[in-house]
């Protein structure tokens, strides 16, 4: 269980990084939405590991982020967004960002709490939710 104080620190990292991908995708230029997300999940996973005095460097951090881009926001974030921009071209972008802020919010809680059991010997892997 989080403490009052690390809640406090995970929320404003976490949404504020939440935020800037969001932002990021709301602009369509190819392939800038998922640098942006790529280097921002990197900067929240290394931010997240300070709250709970993890040693983490870049490298795992972009490794992580990069997964998470991968496997997770990219491919169905890209196919809905598509699909939408064919209706309305407006859509695409407004569904993407929403999307990008959802998805970071749920996987830096998850990150924050798989840290927390990191850090207090609970040991685990960090388990990244699966999008249906």
């Not at 709970?52 to 982020?65: L, S, V, Y």
């Not at 064919?86 to 990008?100: A, E, I, Q, T, Y």
Request: with cysteine; charged share 15%.
């Amino acid at each position: 269980m989080l403490t009052k104080d690390e809640k406090v620190k995970c929320h404003a990292i976490i949404h504020s990084f939440a935020i800037a991908c969001g932002t990021s995708n709301a602009v369509r230029v190819p392939k800038l939405g998922t640098a942006i997300d790529t280097l921002t999940i990197t900067f929240m996973c290394l931010s997240l590991a300070r709250v709970f005095g993890i040693e983490m460097d870049q490298t795992t951090a972009a490794m992580t982020a990069a997964s998470i881009i991968k496997q997770k926001i990219a491919g169905p974030t890209k196919a809905a967004a598509n699909a939408l921009s064919k209706m309305k071209s407006w859509l695409g972008p407004l569904f993407s960002s929403s999307v990008s802020i959802a998805y970071v919010e749920i996987v830096g809680w998850a990150i924050a709490y798989e840290m927390k059991k990191q850090a207090s010997g609970a040991g685990g892997m960090i388990a990244l939710p699966k999008l249906a």
